[in-house]
């Protein structure tokens, strides 16, 4: 169903990741995903796999929604672990039938690689379970905004990235309304071939893309009425500001780093 | 005779399995002969639209049938397609569902759906629009250059045009200046005497619905609150004033008349009815 679409999947809550400034969550989650690459040993994937189930703990968040995250990857998750498992060889063989080998490398790619895509978006999901879309989109903004030196509007894109985001819900609910009125005049919107299909969309499309227009002019009215002339000399009424707890965690991040490197160094790579 | 439309035992849920899920119609049982004016009415979020959308299929119950014209409209497929052109639903704010070329072609939409002959699409393109006050110099035009009272006529037309057994307006006034509300409300008792249909409105000004409805159906947190003639109903004002809800002030004046011990009706719902009772009073009335 159309209402089931989620976009921005925050959870409400307290934890430390939430009271994280976002843009030292959204520096530090980028550098997490890129130790995860930087892994070549068990030992150094299982660090960073211990501290995600750390990270998950802290955040509060039901491992039912972590599941919920993960779910959509199952198939991607079992379809490169099979690639792996068939295509990579080496090291000692289990199990060979005609063109078809199982060795002892394989196993541990297919392991590793799986391990690792798991974490991978346990951590990038964590981001946006803690994380407002509108925080988000502020600590993109000011992450973005050294890019202005270039001419770059870096506040109006991030104004449209916000105004983009609240007006989903809101043209979800109209798409609904407009397939209701047009079902009860009897469009036929789920049945036929793709061709009668999609031209059924057409009473659906028209008046959904009127009405986005009538709304952005009224907003845009509504914000210059407000006086908003764009990003120079704005203030914010919530300043980021950095504080002790997320100078904690880069140096926490930090120390993680050097691990997974030491760990690299000592342990057999399996990649 | 069959009732146009039949509502037994009805409850429909939102947020259904969650823990947040409320009755948004709860348990409701309605009958709504053939050829009458059924007002409904309600607080926001009373169920009034929920309850509408469930009599052409819009929205399946969760419990309880929708029976229209003696047929369960969630028989099966061609049952529930059927439901479709014998209640014709007008949406709230009607003129954002316009998509069409012209004015012609988008009240020719529900009747194409319909896979009717040409000629018989034309004929009740015509008579909706006039029905429906569309003027003909319009029909051509785009309806996006319509102003706002033209499109809300145009697009009620487009409902009209299947020509239903059941025409349901949800709000058919809201948003229009008074005189547009009248002219609307005008329309509605027109169509009905033309053609003899059977008219649901929903609405909250008690007004517009005193002066075209048979019988009130005041919705209130999800369930039948009460059920009678406008004069039955807008007799409990102390109860409806507890929902949320409103009778004219001309009639709580006349309301108040009586309870001082005038002798003047109770059922006076418009300004001109008012008159024509001061009227007879004035002739005949002697103080009790």
Redesign the interface.
Known sequence: MISDISIGQYYTGNSFLHKMDARMKFVLIFALLVFVFLCKSFFSLALMAAFTVFAVLISRIPLKMILKSIKPLVIIILFTALLNIFYTTGGRTYFEWHSIKLTEKGVNTAIFMAVRILVLVVISSLLTYTTTPTMLTDAIERLLSPLSVFHIKVHTLAMMMTLALRFIPTLIEETQRIMNAQKARGAELETGGLIARSKALVPVFVPLMVSSFRRAYELAFAMTCRCYTGGEGRTRMKQMKLKPRDYTAAAFAAALLAGVLVLNHFFKAVI | MTPAVEVKNLTHYYLKGTENQVAAVNNINLCVEKGETLGIIGHTGSGKSTLI?HF?G?LKPDKGEVIVDGVNIFENKQTL?QS??KV????QY?E????EETVYKDIA??PS??KLPREEIERRVLTAAEMAGVKKENLEKSP?DLSGGEKRRAAIA??MS?EPQVLVLDEPAAGLDPAGRRDLINMIKNYRTATGCTVIIVSHSMEDIASVADRVCVLNKAEIAMLGTPKEVYSRDEELRAMGLNVPEITKIFLMLKNRGFNVPEDVFTVDEAVAAFREFAKGGVKK
């Open positions: 959308a052409n819009l397609r479709r052109f014709g639903l007008c949406f009607p954002y569902q316009l998509f939409f529900g759906n319909m996006f487009g409902v299947m």
